[in-house]
């Protein structure tokens, strides 16, 4: 057995045991043969097709056909939200406070989270414009740029979003990398429109006064929490609904929108665990604590709730020694 060989066995444990049984060599055989001479280890695009496919088989072993349908519901609810929260965040980056507050900001913006917001921005024109697969480009960009503010704040010395907002528009983003193909027109458009409405609304607040200032006091008028409702609000219903037509895809989009809907409440659960679940200015160390449990439990629900699918559907088959009644 060669080296390509057996690591190609290795990438097949994504696979369920019975399908490695039933079709591991045939599967490992096509790749080898497509290999090129020499190669001693999996192409990346190899190496993602078989996880994918060894997910999608996976998927199918448990009997949980509506996760994929799931998983792209939650990432047109986690697009429409991200962009949301991008353009009340795009106004208020706009009016930093005047030079004898002593306040810091980032030349003629509060900080440097214009750059990601403006990312943000383009990802609800693309999706609007382009193919789909040009809008998961344009959010893994909005996302990095996101997730780079930290570093970059803190080699220039420039001010940035608080951890507690930049946290949930990532958890967002990763959810919005689903994105589907082929929706309609209308569709397409809703998080650019939802962008603008939301900028108008934060120009609104704006107007009522001076200055936006260091724009993490805004999130006490609670932004965040009130979106986390939302989005927590619109998901549950579209499952109830779903739920009553037999469709379940709303139950998965349900778990997958739950971490970053906590992170967007990350404020009033981190009070809540500092015994003051009505404040909005919780300590460090509760913010912290709160933020490490939401991002290890959310995450584990899927796999467990994949998990007990699967069980469920094996003992809901007939035993072959059974008769059917």
Known sequence: MTDLERRYLRLLSAYPADYRRARGAEIVGTYLDLAAPGRRWPSPADAVDVLRGGLRQR???AGAADLVPGVRLAAVLALLAATSLAGVWTVLELRPPPPEFGDPAAGPFVSLGIVAWTAWGLAALVHALAPAR???RTVALAVLLTLALVPAAALTGLPRPPLFVLLPQVGLGLVALGAPDGLPAPLRAMPLVAAIGANLAGTNLL????????????????????AAVVVLGVVVLLGVGLALRGDHRGGWAVLILLTPVCLLALQPLAGAADGMPSA????WTALAATAVLVALVGPALLPLALALRTRWTRLARPHPGRLPW
């Open 207 to 226: 107007h009522r006064h001076v200055f936006a200032g260091s724009y993490y006091t805004w999130t006490v008028v609670p932004v965040l929490p009130s």
């Open 280 to 283: 909005f200015s919780p300590s």
């Open 134 to 136: 040009w809008t998961r």
């Open 59 to 61: 998927v199918r072993a």
